[in-house]
């Protein structure tokens, strides 16, 4: 049986980031994810803020 539309959302809410590195730039695998603890988890999401952050300031010495 197939879960809700509404589970769904719950359960991708409360996983997002591990769906977050997933669905990123930074060519994470479901297998990679899976191997990786909660440490390794937070870890990857503070890089990919980061990350982020690096590439607004980029664009924004770049629109001066």
Not at 5 to 18: H, L
């Amino acid at each position: 049986m197939t879960i809700s539309k509404s589970e769904a959302k719950v359960r991708a809410q409360r996983n997002w980031a591990y769906w977050r590195l997933l669905l990123s730039d930074m060519n994470i695998t479901y297998s990679d994810l899976d191997k990786m603890d909660d440490d390794d988890i937070a870890e990857a999401n503070a890089a990919l803020d980061i990350h982020i952050k690096q590439q607004k300031d980029a664009m924004k010495k770049s629109e001066k």
